[in-house]
């Protein structure tokens, strides 16, 4: 009887991820490293989600918020963001955000950096461009990110076109002032104009950010954040 080659063998052992299963995120990362580059799929609460196909809204509405929050990082040395990188939040997720912003480990940031490089705990704000995943994003998602540790929650909204700004750390919605202005109390200084969000209005939200990075609140924070400053313990 012909033996059996054990690359072969060993293919036919890995597990294939399917829209729907339910395991451990240990479970899921190793499967996830076996599928094709080009899958992508999330751990949301212990079951896999296999995102639709994003269209050309979706692509404009994420490059302008990683615009403006890589702009804000740009000014507040301590903090950086991560477009689309797996997050290890917790034994039941892995989730790949659209956007997520965060305090670095060495200026007092609740999560950190494995020895392979992904992001495990909570990061501090979480952004999603929500269009087809809408029904997930604004309950699911919300729910796990909450109950992880996220601290600021934003979904951008396409259909119906909309902002969503939670500050689950303290469950409840934020809402834009008299402006039309959203004002993170995470990240201070970090001023979204919702119509020049939705919009695609540089204008109107080039100079609502700017304005927030004049503010005292802001200097007060990278201040902060400067003193902070410590050698990484990993």
């Given at each position: 009887?012909?033996?059996?080659?054990?690359?072969?063998?060993?293919?036919?052992?890995?597990?294939?991820?399917?829209?729907g299963d339910h395991m451990k995120r240990r479970d899921f990362h190793r499967?996830?490293?076996?599928?094709?580059?080009?899958?992508?799929?999330?751990?949301?609460?212990?079951?896999?989600?296999?995102?639709?196909p994003l269209g050309w809204p979706h692509g404009k509405n994420h490059a302008?918020?990683?615009?403006?929050?890589?702009?804000?990082?740009?000014?507040?040395?301590?903090?950086?963001?991560?477009?689309?990188?797996?997050?290890?939040?917790?034994?039941?997720?892995?989730?790949?955000?659209?956007?997520?912003?965060?305090?670095?480990?060495?200026?007092?940031?609740?999560?950190?950096?494995?020895?392979?490089?992904?992001?495990?705990?909570?990061?501090?704000?979480?952004?999603?461009?929500?269009?087809?995943?809408?029904?997930?994003?604004?309950?699911?998602?919300?729910?796990?990110?909450?109950?992880?540790?996220?601290?600021?929650?934003?979904?951008?909204?396409?259909?119906?076109?909309?902002?969503?700004?939670?500050?689950?750390?303290?469950?409840?919605?934020?809402?834009?002032?008299?402006?039309?202005?959203?004002?993170?109390?995470?990240?201070?200084?970090?001023?979204?104009?919702?119509?020049?969000?939705?919009?695609?209005?540089?204008?109107l939200t080039d100079e609502a950010l700017n304005r927030g990075l004049q503010?005292?609140?802001?200097?007060?924070?990278?201040?902060?954040?400067?003193?902070?400053?410590?050698?990484?313990?990993?």
């Open positions: 009887m012909a033996s059996v080659p054990q690359a072969s063998a060993h293919r036919r052992q890995l597990r294939m991820l399917h829209n499967a996830y490293s076996q599928m094709p580059d080009n899958y992508r799929a999330e751990l949301i609460g212990g079951i896999v989600f296999e995102p639709s302008r918020l990683i615009y403006l929050l890589e702009t804000y990082c740009k000014h507040t040395p301590g903090t950086e963001i991560g477009d689309g990188a797996s997050v290890f939040l917790s034994d039941e997720d892995e989730v790949q955000p659209d956007v997520a912003m965060r305090i670095v480990q060495e200026c007092g940031g609740r999560s950190k950096l494995t020895r392979k490089r992904y992001v495990t705990g909570a990061p501090e704000l979480v952004a999603e461009v929500a269009h087809s995943s809408r029904a997930i994003d604004l309950h699911l998602k919300k729910e796990r990110y909450a109950a992880t540790g996220v601290l600021e929650y934003v979904v951008l909204c396409l259909e119906p076109s909309r902002v969503y700004w939670f500050e689950l750390h303290k469950g409840k919605q934020l809402l834009a002032g008299a402006d039309g202005v959203f004002r993170s109390n995470v990240f201070p200084g970090l001023w979204i104009h919702e119509e020049g969000l939705l919009e695609l209005d540089h204008e503010t005292a609140e802001h200097a007060e924070f990278v201040a902060r954040l400067k003193k902070s400053n410590r050698p990484s313990s990993t």
